[in-house]
């Protein structure tokens, strides 16, 4: 096993992320065709930030990852398109609970225990509370993350990553910008459009799906 790098950037964070993420949650598509995983980092839900990767970008990326032993080339038989998967096991030995928080700390950033119990369901089931707080304490002696001051008014401190990213999050990646907020007058017109863009990325991921299968 090797020592966690610290020093990886916002897009190398996203990629390996979702890498880990699609394992668990659309396995029969694992390993991910490079539109595959532009897909996956650009989705707009269970991301935090939003961004608008190209595909050229996240090619040049897995390159650097894969020279940190993080990622791999792994065509599947029969296959057209190149496909690439995470190393995390391998390099980093952790298991799958661990691998599941670290999924969701590099995707949507800093979390309470609760948030992450909640968001790590479809990658691993925590019986309890105390269970996600217990691995998180294993997860912070091997150096993968660390406990934050809690901030006020909150009953539950906050957990980060700490294999990269950082607060350039930004720099040299294209985000989308975040839509000015709605007058309370319209919240409800505002939830609406919400599940309406969520029900329009599931179908477009479904028909990237779809796209896979046929492909592979």
Request: hydrophobic letters at 35%; proline letters at 6%; one cysteine or more.
């Amino acid at each position: 096993m090797s020592l966690p790098p610290t020093d990886l950037d916002p897009i190398e964070i996203r990629i390996l992320g979702c890498l880990m993420e699609k394992q668990r949650t659309t396995p029969d598509t694992y390993p991910l065709t490079l539109n595959a995983l532009r897909l996956a980092c650009n989705q707009s839900t269970n991301r935090d930030p939003v961004v608008d990767y190209d595909e050229d970008l996240i090619h040049d990326t897995l390159q650097k990852l894969h020279r940190r032993e993080l990622t791999r080339a792994a065509s599947g038989h029969g296959s057209r398109s190149s496909k690439y998967r995470h190393l995390v096991p391998e390099t980093l030995g952790l298991d799958q609970p661990e691998q599941a928080l670290l999924a969701v700390l590099l995707l949507r950033g800093d979390q309470t225990p609760g948030e992450l119990k909640t968001r790590t369901e479809r990658l691993n089931g925590f019986e309890a509370l105390e269970d996600v707080e217990a691995q998180l304490a294993e997860m912070a002696e091997k150096g993968l993350v660390e406990k934050l001051e809690r901030r006020p008014g909150e009953k539950q401190v906050r957990w980060r990553q700490l294999l990269g990213g950082g607060e350039s999050f930004l720099d040299g990646a294209p985000t989308v910008a975040t839509p000015a907020a709605e007058p309370t007058i319209q919240v409800e017109r505002t939830d609406e459009i919400a599940e309406l863009k969520a029900a329009v990325a599931r179908l477009e991921r479904e028909v990237a799906e779809l796209r896979e299968r046929i492909d592979s």
